[in-house]
């Protein structure tokens, strides 16, 4: 079957709250259902289904929490996007194309500033029984930031929007969440999977103003300056796993750069080596990394031969009170008002659009009076439900959690146990368990101002290894004894230039250093 879907305007705005949500919510169904479900397998040789969805025009919008900035914005815009999927008895291939887009900052009441332009990227997917791969080409991009303020509300925003997928994909490749995956395979996968991204140009300009789009003529205003900024020329990296071994190349054509002259001549830069004699295939590139394992019975084999070219690095007092004052600080202050911040608004917006009643939805066990745990459960993590103490009209101000069982805390992408303002919480006859590396009750409790959490001393204890989750794989003895037995040989390859150059007005020093070893 074929279906073809034409859209001739979308916008998403983007809620990271919701969607990580929603996608832990779809997670848990999938892997609570489907292992219950008995379907007779059904085997159609010839099927063949395909999908293609076109959109005119779509946009993507990423808003601010913070009440300061409640009316900043970040978008990209695509005037054309495609996706095409094809899925056969045993293959699907998927692919996502967009052309001309444009990433834009909306600050206030201001006009959009467009900040990068012409943006192309393509995706593939393709799922086999055998192997897995996937391919990114992300066209030439020309990224223009401003300075100063501006580029403080591009970071609050961004890291508003982008931290909980971040910490979220972390929790689902953390160790704890590998080993429940494989724990709960029936065979160890003999897949092979493959990455690929190639970005032919990557360019970062710093930019002294924000240009606006239109002059008060109705002209297009004049560009701002470039400040400082550099360019990535011809960035590809390939990676691939299989059961005999996994590997990672990562080539940089060159690095380039362009500063203001009233500041100083030059800043980074990173081309081949120019000695004829020292070049081999590594060489040719402005950056060259390899590294491989190989898996075979008697152990494995690892080698990482890394090499660079002619790296200089020229910095000014200028420069570097420039980056400080106008980069640095507003990009950390962003993301630290931001950290400040985040859970307070999870509190907010998340939590209270639940139901008022007292029980579990959405994975969120919501209480609003003295609560007694009659069996053992899991806090946080993949699997766990979240606890959300919630304050209301009838609840008291102290509430009591009682039981004679155990509450297994795990660390989440936002904390697990979240107290409404003005409620004190004490814990009676439960006793807790954490994880290693988290003991204390704040890596798991968030409160509110005038909140309070008590644990009594004594029933907050870390898990012993190994029995931090029951999903985790214990290893046989024969198992154990093949791992002891087993042989590890690794083998490295250094090798490039390095230069420093540290100027002022028309002083300059410099350090110039070549690096071996192997």
Request: aromatic share 8%; glycine share 6%; net charge neutral.
């Amino acid at each position: 079957g074929d279906l073809k879907v034409k859209v001739h305007a979308a916008t998403v705005c983007n809620n990271a709250i919701f969607f990580t949500d929603l996608a832990s919510a779809l997670l848990h169904a999938y892997r609570s259902i489907l292992p219950k479900l008995k379907i007779a397998p059904k085997r159609e040789d010839k099927f063949r289904q395909s999908l293609l969805i076109d959109l005119s025009t779509f946009q993507l919008v990423f808003g601010a929490y913070s009440e300061g900035g409640a009316n900043d914005t970040l978008d990209i815009v695509f005037p054309g996007l495609v996706v095409h999927s094809t899925q056969t008895t045993e293959t699907t291939i998927m692919s996502v194309e967009a052309v001309d887009g444009s990433f834009g900052f909306k600050r206030g009441t201001s006009r959009r500033q467009s900040m990068c332009d012409n943006l192309r990227f393509k995706f593939d997917l393709s799922l086999s029984p055998t192997s897995d791969s996937t391919k990114l080409f992300l066209g030439p991009v020309l990224f223009s930031a401003p300075l100063g303020r501006s580029l403080q509300a591009i970071v609050t925003v961004l890291a508003e929007n982008v931290a909980p997928y971040a910490v979220w994909a972390k929790l689902l490749t953390s160790p704890a969440a590998l080993a429940s995956t494989a724990a709960s395979s029936e065979a160890p996968s003999t897949k092979s999977v493959s990455l690929s991204v190639d970005v032919p140009s990557l360019s970062i300009c710093l930019q002294d103003a924000a240009p606006e789009l239109l002059s008060t003529t109705g002209h297009r205003a004049q560009a701002a300056a470039t400040v400082v900024g550099f360019t990535i020329n011809r960035f590809t990296l390939h990676s691939h796993a299989s059961p005999d071994g996994e590997g990672l190349e990562l080539r940089i054509a060159s690095v380039t750069s362009t500063t203001d002259k009233s500041i100083q001549p030059d800043f980074v830069k990173m081309v081949p080596a120019l000695s004829a004699a020292d070049r081999d295939s590594a060489s040719t590139f402005g950056v060259y990394l390899h590294t491989s394992t190989v898996f075979d019975l008697a152990g494995s084999r690892s080698s990482v031969v890394a090499r660079w070219g002619a790296f200089s690095l020229v910095l000014s007092p200028q420069l570097i009170k420039l980056l400080d004052e106008n980069v640095l600080t507003p990009a950390a202050t962003g993301i630290r008002e931001t950290t400040g911040r985040r859970e307070q608004y999870i509190h907010n917006e998340s939590f209270t659009s639940l139901s008022s009643h007292d029980g579990v939805l959405g994975g969120v066990l919501r209480i609003t009076a003295n609560h007694a745990f009659t069996s053992d459960t899991m806090v946080g993590g993949e699997d766990g439900v979240r606890i959300h103490i919630a304050k209301t009209d009838k609840s008291p101000n102290v509430i009591e959690l009682s039981g004679d069982c155990t509450i297994h805390l795990f660390t989440s992408p936002f904390r697990p146990i979240t107290i409404d303002e003005g409620v004190s919480v004490y814990c009676k006859g439960l006793q807790f368990t954490t994880e290693q590396g988290y003991p204390h009750a704040e890596d798991y409790v968030s409160c509110a101002p005038r909140s309070f959490f008590y644990i009594p001393v004594g029933q907050l204890k870390p898990r012993v290894v190994g029995l931090a989750s029951p999903k985790a794989p214990a290893y046989t003895a024969l198992s154990a004894g093949l791992r002891l037995h087993r042989q590890h040989v690794s083998s490295f390859s250094v090798k490039g230039q390095a230069q420093l150059v540290l100027c002022n007005n028309k002083d300059s020093v410099g350090v110039t250093t070549e690096i071996e070893a192997e």
